[in-house]
């Protein structure tokens, strides 16, 4: 089973940026689309970008965009997300995942099981 670990959350200000990472257990996550999702407190996970395996397709929340930058290194099995520009509504426990991109984008239907996320805190 592949695991998931997040990494490279903390507490920011608004405006600031920080940069999120998610490595896998091993190198079957390069044949899949690899998505960043998060959740705020009493609000259902919510998808926030995804990635395919060869990069090419790339896919944001209306939320996101032009804010965040998704991007993946396969022979490192990472896959990480850049946030520029954030907002305090961009708080929230991050995860990431795997799947089908449409399945992610469309359902926020993943493949693995998810990891512990990361919390990104955005502070006034």
């Known amino acids: 089973q592949v695991q998931l670990v997040e990494s490279g959350g903390g507490l920011v200000q608004a405006g600031g940026s920080l940069r999120l990472s998610c490595a896998a257990s091993r190198r079957t996550f390069s044949s899949y689309a690899m998505g960043w999702f998060r959740q705020a407190p009493e609000k259902e996970r919510e998808f926030v970008a995804a990635?395919?395996?060869?990069?090419?397709?790339?896919y944001y929340a209306d939320s996101v965009k032009g804010r965040f930058t998704i991007f993946r290194d396969n022979t490192k099995n990472t896959v990480n997300l850049q946030m520029n520009s954030l907002k305090i509504e961009d708080a929230a426990v991050y995860y990431c995942?795997?799947?089908?991109?449409?399945?992610?984008?469309?359902?926020?239907?993943?493949?693995?099981?998810w990891g512990q996320g990361t919390q990104v805190t955005v502070s006034s």
């Open positions: 990635i395919s395996w060869t990069g090419g397709g790339i």
């Open positions: 995942n795997f799947g089908s991109a449409a399945a992610m984008t469309r359902g926020g239907k993943v493949s693995g099981s």
